[in-house]
T-cell receptor, first 110, second 115 residues
Framework: QKEVEQDPGPLSVPEGAIVSLNCTYS??????FMWYRQYSRKGPELLMY????GNKEDGRFTAQVDKSSKYISLFIRDSQPSDSATYLC??????????FGKGTKLSVKP | KAGVTQTPRYLIKTRGQQVTLSCSPI?????VSWYQQTPGQGLQFLFE???????NKGNFPGRFSGRQFSNSRSEMNVSTLELGDSALYLC??????????????FGEGSRLTVL
């Protein structure tokens, strides 16, 4: 079983839709949970991070962590064409590194 | 403030050759991590350097090596290149020195093609 699993998509939605992106992880000892966004031909950029179960909001973005189910989610409200990118979940590993999901490619159509 | 700078951005090599990639972290960042990104495997951790010392290492063969200089700039080297080494190599620096707590700042990567 992979340490972090993420549905690769691709995911295509109309502008204004609510987007739900999800990852599962295997190690209950993981404590740090992040979402990165990667535009084409660019490096990933940190979108949101959290260290605890529950929800964290930042504008149109909400990150949710359920440690009991080992499940993390990112919700995007009122999605915009500029949100079109690959979204990567990442978890802080015990070896001082981040363990990334394979990414979900999102396309928001005008 | 300048971001993480990686050079070269693109390069083409042939099997058996070796390659050196360079990374300049954000000023003041002392931790530098390297990741390999491929369509099949996604982002995989190579190694992390802090204050010129390799602090952590991923599961890559010894052909992959790196180093960090006193000004925090880092290089990674891949020897005896294989076709499977074709990938985007990403460097990331960390402000707080803890490379697993999420606040990594990535460069745009060096895209290596091995023919």
């Amino acid at each position: 079983q992979k340490e972090v699993e993420q549905d690769p998509g691709p995911l295509s939605v109309p502008e204004g839709a609510i987007v739900s992106l999800n990852c599962t992880y295997s190690n209950s000892a993981f404590q740090y949970f992040m979402w990165y966004r990667q535009y084409s031909r660019k490096g990933p950029e940190l979108l949101m991070y959290t260290y605890s179960s529950g929800n964290k909001e930042d504008g149109r973005f909400t990150a949710q962590v359920d440690k009991s189910s080992k499940y993390i989610s990112l919700f995007i409200r009122d999605s915009q064409p500029s949100d079109s990118a690959t979204y990567l979940c990442a978890i802080g590993g015990s070896q001082g590194n981040l363990i990334f999901g394979k990414g979900t490619k999102l396309s928001v159509k005008p | 403030k300048a971001g993480v700078t990686q050079t070269p951005r693109y390069l083409i090599k042939t099997r058996g050759q070796q390659v050196t990639l360079s990374c300049s972290p954000i000023s003041g960042h002392r931790s530098v991590s390297w990741y390999q990104q491929t369509p099949g495997q996604g982002l995989q951790f190579l190694f992390e350097y802090f204050s010129e010392t390799q602090r952590n290492k991923g599961n890559f063969p010894g052909r992959f090596s790196g180093r960090q200089f006193s000004n925090s700039r880092s290089e990674m080297n891949v020897s005896t290149l294989e076709l499977g080494d074709s990938a985007l190599y990403l460097c990331a620096s960390s402000r707080n020195g803890m490379a697993n707590t999420g606040e990594l700042f990535f460069g745009e990567g060096s895209r290596l093609t091995v023919l």
